[in-house]
Nanobody, 122 residues
Framework: VQLQASGGGLVQPGGSLTLSCAAS????????VGWFRQAPGKEREWVSC????????YYVDSVKGRFTISRDNTKSTVYLQVNSLKPTDTAVYYC????????????????WGQGTQVTVSS
């Protein structure tokens, strides 16, 4: 059972990235998937999640209108499109999977992926 996060990198303010969270060893389609981030010296923060059943999406206020979460169950992958990036978005981004999007929103997940670094700097 594994979640693999990828797609991070160094980007200038205002830039964009697409983060991917790929699952193996279990059926991702049965799970809600969330993205989280942890900046240096700060606690991990929930960013967004998408439910398994109806694809309903949720976002923390600070990323609404800039980030978009989506999923492709045929590829067992969840994406986070991050646009209009700010230096304050700099963090290690993690994905997690759980049966409940509500558990994800409070930082609980059955499965966790390793992080991918996003650095926003000019």
């Amino acid at each position: 059972v594994q979640l693999q996060a990828s797609g991070g990198g160094l980007v200038q303010p205002g830039g964009s990235l697409t983060l991917s969270c790929a699952a193996s060893g279990f059926t991702l389609g049965y799970y809600a998937v969330g993205w989280f981030r942890q900046a240096p010296g700060k606690e991990r923060e929930w960013v967004s999640c998408i439910s398994s059943s109806d694809g309903k999406t949720y976002y923390v206020d600070s990323v609404k209108g800039r980030f978009t979460i989506s999923r492709d169950n045929t590829k067992s992958t969840v994406y986070l499109q991050v646009n209009s990036l700010k230096p304050t978005d700099t963090a290690v981004y993690y994905c997690g999977a759980d049966r409940s999007p509500y558990r994800l929103r409070v930082g609980i997940a059955d499965y966790w992926g390793q992080g991918t670094q996003v650095t926003v700097s000019s």
